[in-house]
């Protein structure tokens, strides 16, 4: 059996964007193959890892469970709009001078997920910092390098508010 | 991703008059979906048999919480997200706020909804024992109308409950009347975010003149479906906080328990951290009753 296609229209990093894909398509697949921002990674497909975490409307959401007529006409925000042209946001600044990334799978999604929370809180605790990113596995850094530069971009005045 | 997004239909009507009217239709042939943190998991493992699914997400008439003089209702599209940040929430009912917040994670929070988590039916599932222990009445609609019913009956039995294929599940109400109640909530998983529930109990109490005149306990994790533990709760009605009587609510509640081995736990595992967890419980309701603080 095979489902219609739908007409979705969803602005994307502050860029709109229109898509002719079957419902039930993820918005991460959309995002990789339709829009070719491939960013955003699949790990485990099941909301566990993370390492698909966009923003949408604001809120944190893993990518890979949001059937992309739920996006129709929402704002996603994903790791490609963090960097202003050449000029890295400073949780990607952070992310670098700290060794926050290695392998760098999970890194646009820890990258989201800490923008998502500093939004929320410019200058987490350490339990802040773990509670916000618990949704985000990383294999290679053992996290403290990760909460370090997420406390080393509070620091740097955090969060900028984006024009877009 | 094994399943294949081509093999369902995924529609959104966008009111609730329209979503219960197609329901209504053809009972049965449309799956409500609405954060999608059950439901995409299925898809995503080629485990999702519905062909047909029906968007929930963002429908207004399910997104509301309110507050009246004596009662809270949470509207079931409401996100575990805006239910840890509601303010009233935590004020009135925290174990229900304290559940929400460590329901998967942030990102899940901000999908999951709090009717999901109960018509999904996992004996698991977090808010279910908060629910059970605050005399939750849940609220459901279909074209047929509205009808209301305490939670305690809902669940019937393993992911089998009340509710008719043409209904939805509409709101929740929680009595404000527990502010006055010693209360309990513990979780036993393998970590804070992420993991599902090995066993959790939940409670509400008052002792007066180290008496237990009220009591309400729940748990998740040990039968087929969220469960109040009313032999236990006999047990304990009306008896002096000694140890006793802790010995004895052990015993009862050894055996009104019934969890099952799986890939979590195990049932004998499952059934010592229950009866710990009312020990624990009551050790805490024997010190703060001393002590004439009855706010856990």
Redesign the interface.
């Known amino acids: 059996m095979s489902a219609s296609q739908a007409q979705i229209q969803l602005t994307v990093n502050g860029q709109q964007a229109s898509v002719d894909v079957p419902p039930m398509k993820r918005l991460l697949d959309v995002l990789r193959e339709d829009l070719g921002l491939t960013g955003a990674k699949e790990g485990c497909g099941e909301g566990e890892c993370g390492s698909c975490s966009v923003r949408m409307n604001g809120e944190l959401v893993n990518s890979c469970l949001v059937p992309i007529l739920q996006a129709a006409n929402a704002r996603i925000e994903t790791v490609e709009g963090l960097a202003i042209d050449a000029e890295l946001h400073p949780l990607q600044k952070a992310f670098l001078e700290c060794g926050g990334a290695q392998c760098g799978i999970c890194t646009p999604g820890m990258l989201m997920a800490a923008t998502h929370l500093l939004a929320h809180n410019p200058h987490p605790s350490i339990e802040e910092i773990r509670e916000g990113l618990a949704g985000n596995l990383c294999r290679c850094t053992g996290f403290i390098k990760i909460f370090d530069s997420v406390i080393a971009a509070a620091a740097m005045g955090g969060n900028p508010t984006h024009a877009r | 991703?094994r399943g294949n997004?081509?093999?369902?239909?995924?529609?959104?009507p966008g009111t609730l008059s329209a979503v219960i009217a197609q329901l209504a239709r053809a009972p049965g042939e449309w799956t409500p979906?609405a954060?999608?943190?059950e439901l995409?998991?299925a898809?995503?493992?080629g485990r999702l048999t519905a062909?047909k699914?029906i968007?929930l997400?963002?429908l207004p008439e399910l997104s509301f919480l309110r507050v009246t003089e004596n009662e809270i209702s949470i509207g079931g599209g409401v996100t575990f997200?805006q239910i840890r940040s509601h303010s009233a929430i935590a004020a009135d009912f925290p174990l229900l706020s304290r559940a929400a917040s460590w329901i998967?994670?942030?990102?899940?929070q901000?999908?999951a909804t709090i009717a999901g988590n109960i018509v999904n039916g996992s004996p698991a599932a977090d808010a279910p024992p908060a629910l059970l222990v605050y005399d939750a009445e849940i609220e459901l609609i279909s074209q047929r109308g509205l009808r209301r019913l305490p939670y305690a009956d809902f669940h019937l039995g393993y992911k089998r409950s009340v509710l008719m294929p043409d209904e939805l599940a509409l709101a929740l109400h929680l009595p404000r009347r527990f502010a006055k109640h010693a209360q309990y909530l513990r979780k036993v998983g393998t970590r804070?975010?992420?993991a599902i529930t090995k066993i959790a109990l939940a409670a509400t109490a008052i002792v007066e003149n180290e008496t237990i005149t009220e009591i309400r306990l729940a748990a998740a994790s040990v039968a087929d479906r969220p469960i109040r533990l009313t032999a236990t709760e006999a047990a304990l009605i009306g008896k002096k906080l000694s140890s006793n009587t802790m010995r004895e609510a052990r015993k009862v509640l050894l055996n009104e328990v019934r969890p099952i081995d799986d890939i979590r736990s195990t049932a004998e595992y499952r059934k010592h951290v229950a009866a710990n967890l009312l020990d624990e419980f009551l050790s805490e309701l024997a010190i703060d009753s001393t002590h004439e603080g009855l706010s856990a």
Do not use: C, D, F, Y
């Open positions: 991703m997004p081509e093999a369902h239909q995924l529609i959104a979906i954060g999608g943190t995409m998991v898809h995503a493992a062909p699914l968007s997400w963002s997200g998967g994670s942030i990102a899940n901000n999908r804070k975010a992420m």
